[in-house]
């Protein structure tokens, strides 16, 4: 059958009985079946083309499947001759045909002896055979994770490390790429020298290539390698100078190569914070900057990530990310009328509010970004984004606190006069979620909700000053109230309740001694147990320590 009677033939399958088309299939089939046993080269040659044509042919996809598992030992037997080449390529050539069903068939299909007899085939000096060996691979790698797993346990990352070196043919390299790619999803585990020779062939295409179809399946490859691989991936990156080419491509114009190499930086931060210096040290900050004015969404939402990572790192770091107006862009997307968007700026500013120094988090703060962020912790219901927020609401009302009562010049500071009105804002803006979330399912939630409404009060953020094992919370007397004018019952109410939480602190110290950190997260500066009355000394005034002596229940 020529190649116009197959292509007719498969044009008219809607004319022809089904019965009448099954029929001159298997005839088909079965002729071109005995001319691949002739003794003939040419003959049995053409049997492949034909073999080809028919089942390229769009029509009877079980009938092919089943004929197709048939033809496969035939076909095995001719890769293994290497005297006669030709009949190698087709028959390579009728394989990557195969490799495109789907199903259990395709399992069938792609047995041991099949994979390894490709996997040899990627190793031959042919290039074109070597083209179609390592085409068939890739498919049966991006079928399912049981054939990628299959394929890499017999030895094809090797040999495509070997291909792409050694190739002539641009599109020999891209499918290898290709293949590679497929090869490296986020489910599978690689094995023996697998891994290795991986980042080899990674790292040499992505610093030897500007093929843009190259680069974006390297960087796809390199991404997935990376989850993958874990902590072990660190000197695979920085050794091999494959930071600094990422960095360079999150700049350039592709949109295909920016994604990837954007989320393999910040895989790459992920896996350990020590990464932070060696990614800013590459100078990704300028590219960030050019990243965050983009109109692509998800590229913003992606920067914007890698932005909060880089702000859990030290305040060494940290400064380097608020020096660069980054903070400014962070402000003005949460503000953006993409959901995504918002939440991912709001989450890089919370971690600037809680990981920074006191000065960072003021700096941070001077940006009026505290209305904004209130406004998308309304809007969310992300469980680990409330919590995030709350705590950097928290960390903002304890800073803005401690700021203003160490400033020497706080009447007439700026810093100070917008600190003042960050509770105002807050209450405005989220006093009722707050309230709800006080009462929510989830006891993190609830904890730090009550945390910021504590803060929230002037007269608990007062109290909670007075305590000497809390951090100092008071600002300024307000000019408008005079705390000689509370009522003696309300102040013998609030001396009675510093006295019960001060007691069970001292009742948890003297039951815990051997507890390494028994003052709210500070070293104990005692040894052992200290005497009752040693303690109460230090760290009580003669009211509190009579009331305290009344109540012995606390030391029972």
Request: charged share 20%; with cysteine; glycine share 4%.
């Amino acid at each position: 059958m020529e190649e116009a009677d197959v292509k007719s033939f498969g044009e008219e399958q809607l004319l022809i009985p089904s019965d009448t088309l099954l029929s001159s299939f298997c005839e088909e089939f079965h002729k071109l079946s005995q001319d691949l046993k002739d003794s003939d080269l040419s003959t049995r040659k053409i049997a492949l083309e034909k073999f080809r044509l028919l089942f390229s042919s769009p029509f009877i996809e079980e009938v092919k499947k089943e004929k197709g598992l048939q033809l496969v030992p035939t076909l095995l037997l001719l890769l293994a001759d290497d005297a006669y080449q030709d009949l190698q390529y087709e028959a390579a050539c009728l394989l990557t045909t195969f490799s495109c069903f789907s199903g259990d068939i395709l399992r069938k299909f792609a047995t041991k002896d099949v994979v390894k007899h490709l996997v040899g085939l990627v190793n031959m000096s042919n290039e074109l055979i070597c083209e179609q060996a390592v085409w068939t691979l890739g498919n049966l790698a991006g079928n399912c994770l049981e054939l990628a797993q299959r394929v890499l346990s017999l030895g094809a990352v090797p040999a495509i490390n070997s291909l792409i070196r050694r190739a002539s043919r641009l599109c020999t390299v891209k499918l290898a790429v290709w293949t590679l790619s497929n090869l490296c999803q986020r489910d599978t585990s690689f094995e023996g020298e697998s891994e290795k020779h991986c980042w080899s062939a990674l790292s040499w295409l992505i610093n030897s290539s500007d093929d843009i179809e190259i680069l974006t399946d390297t960087c796809w490859s390199l991404q997935n390698l990376c989850f993958v691989s874990g902590g072990s991936c660190s000197d695979s990156l920085s050794q091999s100078g494959i930071l600094g080419r990422l960095v360079d491509l999150v700049s350039s114009e592709e949109m295909s190569i920016k994604m990837p190499a954007l989320r393999t930086l910040g895989i790459f931060i992920c896996h350990n914070p020590w990464h932070i210096q060696i990614v800013l040290n590459c100078g990704i900050l300028s590219a960030i900057r050019d990243l965050l004015k983009h109109n692509n969404e998800s590229l913003v939402m992606d920067t914007c990530w890698v932005v909060s990572l880089l702000s859990e790192g030290s305040c060494y770091q940290i400064q380097f990310v608020i020096k660069t107006n980054i903070p400014q862009q962070l402000t003005c997307l949460m503000k953006s009328e993409s959901r995504g968007i918002r939440e991912e700026a709001a989450w890089a500013v919370c971690n600037l509010l809680t990981c920074g120094t006191q000065e960072q988090t003021v700096a941070v703060l001077n940006l009026n970004c505290t209305s904004d962020l209130c406004a998308v912790l309304v809007s969310e219901l992300d469980i680990d984004f409330l919590r995030v927020a709350l705590s950097a609401l928290e960390r903002a009302l304890r800073v803005s606190i401690n700021f203003c009562s160490d400033c020497e010049f706080c009447q007439g500071c700026s810093s100070c006069e917008r600190l003042k009105n960050l509770r105002i804002d807050i209450e405005e803006s989220a006093m009722t979620t707050l309230t709800e979330l006080s009462v929510h399912h989830n006891a993190q939630l609830s904890k730090f909700s009550l945390r910021v409404l504590h803060l929230l009060s002037a007269d608990d953020a007062a109290e909670t000053s007075s305590s000497p094992f809390s951090p100092r919370l008071t600002s300024k007397p307000d000019r408008d109230r005079r705390r000689g004018s509370e009522s003696p019952e309300k102040t013998l109410r609030t001396v009675e309740h510093q006295v019960f939480k001060t007691g069970l602190k001292l009742k948890n110290l003297l039951k815990g001694a051997k507890r390494s950190k028994p003052f709210g997260g500070k070293q104990s500066p005692f040894k052992g147990v200290p005497p009752p009355l040693f303690v109460l000394d230090h760290v009580l005034d003669r009211r509190v320590m009579g009331a305290l002596c009344i109540n012995e229940n606390l030391f029972r």
